[in-house]
């Protein structure tokens, strides 16, 4: 490991101000962090550690939805009464993801910003564009598995990692961030970039902005499911995933909130699948057309060829299972 400097910050503002540097970056749980700068793969100048920082609560707001610190455990917000009532396919996800050890020490903030888990970025001996921008992809022609078929560019195929960001991005989530010019909300929506050509630059955060809470809306309603598919049945990255939201009402489907882990460089939301859902009464016929469209551009790219039907089955399952009581 490369040396560093290591700031603890007191409060929001310094570290803030701390946290502007290009070659700096926040420590919290760390769970991911620390991985990457053992291998070298990241090597920042400065580490600006937040874990004293007050932002570890969970508090209602005045429109019935819950602010999460940043620093809140994925443990802590797995368990929580009012998510696991409110907000059931958060914990679900949550549950899903990694393994008890970690989720004690995983922050909601830092599984906002996980690094892909693509081979050929943790391998320095392997051209990567998102760890050396301009180097090239080893993973179009490589083992690529567990990587994108949506989204992709041709400078990376990476897939971003998070069983929670996939659930947030279903119910509408909102990201608080603060920075040098003061206090901001990005709806998640919003909050990714594709790759495009500068597959290094992941979100739109600042440089120094520094993630707060996220900001969940109102309890939706209707059945939540969270289904991941993986290679074995527990710490392991998804396949594919499905975080859902469906209500149905007088036999038709009156709302649909979907969101896709595995496919994507970021979580996956198309709104032209949940329009076709709205108003139809469920079928498999239906699910079919739905898989329809979000597949339309999906491109394999040999190891993931197998994702493109296996998110079709999975989709039908999770609609169907979301909208049994109809049938």
Not at 50 to 58: A, E, K, M, S, V
Not at 60 to 89: C, F, H, K, M
Not at 275 to 300: C, M, N, T
Request: with cysteine; glycine share 10%; proline share 5%.
């Amino acid at each position: 490991m490369r040396a560093f400097d290591y700031i603890r910050a007191g409060d929001t503002a310094q570290a803030v101000r701390e946290g502007a540097g290009q070659e700096t970056r926040f420590i919290a749980g760390g769970t991911n962090l620390l991985d990457l700068m053992k291998l070298e793969v990241m090597a920042p100048e400065r580490i600006v550690d937040i874990t004293r920082l007050d932002l570890g609560g969970i508090e209602e707001t005045q429109d019935g939805g819950l602010r999460i610190g940043a620093l809140v455990t994925n443990s802590d917000l797995a368990a929580d009464a009012r998510v696991r009532r409110g907000w059931p396919v958060l914990s679900r996800a949550l549950l899903a993801g990694a393994s008890g050890q970690l989720r004690n020490k995983a922050t909601t903030g830092g599984n906002l910003l996980q690094r892909t888990r693509c081979y050929y970025f943790y391998d320095r001996g392997e051209p990567c564009n998102k760890r050396e921008p301009g180097s090239g992809c080893a993973a179009m022609g490589g083992t690529n598995r567990i990587l994108a078929i949506l989204g992709t560019s041709e400078h990376c195929i990476a897939t971003h990692p998070s069983d929670m960001a996939v659930a947030m991005r279903a119910l509408g989530a909102r990201v608080e961030v603060e920075g040098q010019d003061g206090t901001r909300e990005i709806a998640l929506d919003a909050f990714y970039r594709l790759p495009a050509d500068t597959p290094h630059i992941e979100t739109v955060l600042a440089p120094g902005e520094l993630i707060t809470a996220v900001i969940l809306p109102a309890p939706a309603g209707g059945r939540q499911i969270y289904r991941k598919v993986r290679d074995r049945s527990s710490y392991a990255f998804a396949l594919v995933s499905v975080a859902a939201v469906v209500e149905v009402e007088n036999g038709r489907i009156a709302k649909a909130q979907l969101a896709f882990g595995g496919l994507g460089p970021m979580p996956w939301r198309d709104a032209k699948v949940e329009k076709a859902l709205v108003g139809e009464a469920p079928s498999p016929a239906l699910f079919d057309r739905a898989a329809d469209i979000l597949l339309a551009e999906a491109r394999g790219h040999g190891g993931n060829d197998f994702k493109i039907p296996l998110t079709r089955r999975t989709l039908a399952a999770v609609l169907s299972q979301a909208t049994e009581a109809a049938a």
